[in-house]
């Protein structure tokens, strides 16, 4: 059974539709992350879990408990759920001791070992308990969020792009911190974000969110390779979305005749494959190669040079002008120079969009 179990939430502002009908189920001891685009409804959607928003219908429940239903609702202090709000929101007149301390009872003669232990937690240094959130780093002031939410021992952690304001190194850093940190409390995590890679890599369950509804639900995995649509495929990573025509699990498309993940199919479809699937070899070191592979030929229009990864742009030989040129990632020690002719071939299969 589920731990927290939200059914059918809907929520309004005034006339602005923010939650159109919410249905989640999230495991204990999982992490979930909610992605999308901003105003769909993700930071509205974690308020009404933590209580601090009633919803207008539906139903949200934890470890059995009814905690919203026909606009009664369990208050926030009673629910023993950790916040951990999108700025993290520290009291900027308290000392960090009396921010992580916030919740717990002023004449508490544990009170002062439970802030240290909480400091513990989040990997932060004693020594900064004195200092006030102005006199911290990013990092450090989201830790000191974390701590204060720690602090109530929550049975479910929510958090609001906590991440979103550490650059990209300490950002990575921080997050597998935080996931193993609640991972071995065996705190049940959701988790917001607008990032792609966060939700995939933070993740066992990943909920894409457009317009207050939910488009999809599932491993990361699964979205990424079985997106639903290619909005979902899109938002999840970089996408080649092509037209094909489908016979016995191989699409006939630019590509050439591709292997699909859909074999009862037959037809006009729409198929996907990420960039990293689409290999290029230089026309001279593919001679002698038997084109067994699903393979077709271009010209490198524009290398983008990243270092580890570089993007190159490959007009397609035979592709009529409507067709937008291929995306191919390469690693960057050897790339083609602009003009080149390559053979690109697809590793794996291509995806079929549902529907037509
Ligand atoms: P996200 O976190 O995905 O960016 P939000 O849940 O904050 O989205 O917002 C969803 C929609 O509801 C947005 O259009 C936003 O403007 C609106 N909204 C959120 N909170 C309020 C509020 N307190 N009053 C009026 N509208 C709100
Ligand atoms: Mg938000």
């Not at 974000?193 to 995995?221: C, I, K, N, W, Y």
């Not at 290398?303 to 030989?317: A, F, M, N, R, S």
């Not at 590793?347 to 037509?356: D, L, P, S």
Request: aromatic share 4%; charged share 20%; with cysteine.
């Amino acid at each position: 059974m589920s731990f927290l179990e939200i059914k059918s939430v809907t929520k309004h502002y005034g006339a602005m539709r923010a939650l159109g009908g919410v249905s989640l189920n999230v495991p204990a001891g999982s992490r979930t992350a909610i992605v999308g685009p901003s105003g769909s409804g993700k930071t509205t959607l974690l308020r009404i879990i933590a209580g601090f928003e009633v919803p207008d219908t539906g139903r949200v429940a934890m470890a059995g408990q009814v905690l919203a239903e026909g606009g009664n609702a369990v208050p926030a202090h009673r629910r023993g759920i950790g916040f951990v709000p999108q700025d993290g929101a520290l009291f900027p007149h308290l000392n960090v001791a009396d921010n992580v301390g916030f919740g717990l009872a002023r004449n508490d003669p544990g009170r002062q070992q439970r802030i240290e232990e909480l400091m513990d937690m989040v990997s932060l240094d004693r020594l900064m308990l004195t200092r006030r959130p102005h006199e911290l780093s990013g990092g450090q002031q989201q830790r000191v969020a974390l701590a204060r939410a720690l602090a109530q021992r929550p049975k479910l952690m929510l958090l609001d792009e906590p991440f979103s304001a550490l650059d990209t190194g300490l950002r990575a850093a921080t997050r597998k911190a935080v996931a193993q940190l609640l991972t071995s409390a065996g705190i049940t995590a959701i988790l917001v974000t607008h990032d792609q890679a966060e939700a995939l890599s933070f993740a066992d369950q990943v909920a894409v969110m457009r317009a207050g509804l939910l488009a999809q639900v599932g491993p990361p995995s699964e979205l990424y390779l079985r997106p639903v649509d290619a909005s979902t495929a899109g938002f999840l990573g970089e996408a080649v979305v092509l037209p094909a025509q489908l016979d016995g699990g191989w699409a006939e498309c630019v590509l050439g005749r591709v292997p699909v993940n859909d074999k009862l199919r037959s037809g006009e479809a729409s198929i996907m494959v990420r960039p990293e699937q689409l290999e290029w070899q230089d026309v001279a070191a593919a001679q002698g190669v038997v084109d067994a592979d699903p393979c077709c030929y271009g010209t490198v229009t524009d290398v983008d040079y990243g270092g580890p990864i570089c993007g190159l742009t490959v007009h397609l030989k035979g592709a009529d002008v409507d067709t937008a040129p291929l995306l191919v990632r390469s690693h960057g020690i050897e790339v083609p120079a602009v003009g080149a002719t390559v053979r690109i071939s697809v590793r794996g299969q291509a995806h079929v969009f549902a529907g037509a």
